[in-house]
C-alpha cells in the first residue's frame, strides 16, 4: 500500500516538473534565425561573396574574417597585414 502511494506521489511530482518545463520552453522568444542566414561579407583574399554563417572563419586584432574556402583562410593567417585594409 505505501508503495503504491509513494509511486503516484513521485507521478504526480514528474508531471508537474515536465508540465512546468514544457511551458516555459513554448513561452521562450523565438530567434530570428533568417537573417543571420541572409547577412552577405567579401572574403579579404579573394573578394568573393560569402553567406557569413556558411563560411570558415578565423581571428585576427580582435576582428572575425570570413572565408570561401580553407585554401583563402590558410593564405589569409600566413599573411593577414597583406589582406586587412589599413
Known amino acids: 500500500m505505501k508503495k503504491s ?3 503516484i506521489i513521485l507521478i504526480g511530482l ?3 516538473a515536465v508540465k512546468s518545463n514544457a511551458t516555459s520552453m513554448i ?4 530567434t530570428n ?5 541572409k547577412k552577405v561579407v567579401t572574403d579579404p583574399v579573394c573578394k568573393m ?6 563560411s570558415k572563419t578565423t581571428i585576427y586584432n580582435k576582428v572575425t574574417y570570413n572565408f570561401c574556402s580553407e585554401s583563402c583562410k590558410q593564405k589569409f593567417v600566413a599573411e593577414p597585414a597583406k589582406y586587412v585594409k589599413k
Open 5 to 7: 502511494i509513494s509511486a
Open 14 to 16: 514528474a508531471t508537474i
Open 33 to 37: 534565425l533568417i537573417d543571420s542566414a
Open 49 to 54: 561573396k560569402i553567406k557569413a554563417n556558411a
Open 27 to 30: 513561452d521562450a522568444p523565438k
